[in-house]
């Protein structure tokens, strides 16, 4: 079963709009992460929140988690051109530490 | 910065040969993992590495791969007789601890022919 699973699996928005992806879960966490790829690139790590943690915050970037529904949300402030990219989140169980990876969004920022 | 390095970035090899592709983690990581992703899908877990072992491998690390840390600052990954389906970007990553972040490099595109 997948553990991870992003919606939605496209988003396309203006710049300067804010984008929200979707990450739900289905069994308990450690952490969860989430990650952005640039086409063809490598993963560039964005924001870690644990278990304990409802809401965390990084520069334009806000992530909020529901433990009880077992969802996350990244949220993408005032999206640049340059936020074009795929997003991952990424989990951790508590039994051991490997990152579980949903199949991503594909964030596209137009002009 | 320090970032984690990979070489080579690309490899091309017939089926069948072994391939070796090289980390190098971040110096003060204790943790090391290898990831692949095939193109168009998700990243998937291979083995992780601590203390000088595997302390985690999934289903896809089999017999035909091995992962070694032959010195204090490098990371392999061997894949011992390539198949067609071993064709995937490999990401490496380290960490400083186990449920921290981890980091990745830039990863190696192999392709078997």
């Known amino acids: 079963s997948q553990q991870g699973e992003e919606d939605p699996q496209a988003l396309s928005i203006q710049e300067g709009e804010n984008a929200t992806m979707n990450c739900s879960y289905k069994t308990s966490i450690n952490n969860l992460q989430w990650y952005r790829q640039n086409s063809g690139r490598g993963l560039v790590h964005l924001i870690l929140?644990?278990?304990n943690e409802r809401e965390k915050h990084s520069g334009r970037l806000r992530v909020t988690l529901d433990t009880s529904k077992k969802s996350s949300s990244l949220l993408i402030t005032a999206s640049r051109a340059a936020d074009t990219a795929s997003y991952f989140c990424a989990t951790v169980l508590d039994s051991n530490y490997q990152l579980i990876w949903g199949a991503g969004t594909k964030l596209i920022i137009k002009p | 910065e320090p970032e984690v390095t990979q070489t080579p970035s690309h490899q091309v090899t017939q089926m069948g040969q072994e391939v070796i592709l090289r980390c190098v983690p971040i110096s003060n990581h204790l943790y090391f993992y290898w990831y692949r992703q095939i193109l168009g899908q998700k990243v998937e877990f291979l083995v992780s590495f601590y203390n000088n072992e595997i302390s985690e491998k999934s289903e896809i690390f089999d017999d035909q791969f091995s992962v070694e840390r032959p010195d204090g600052s490098n990371f392999t990954l061997k894949i011992r007789s390539t198949k067609l389906e071993d064709s995937a970007m490999y990401f490496c990553a380290s960490g400083y601890s186990s449920y921290n972040e981890q980091f990745f490099g830039p990863g190696t595109r192999l392709t078997v022919l």
């Open positions: 929140i644990r278990s």
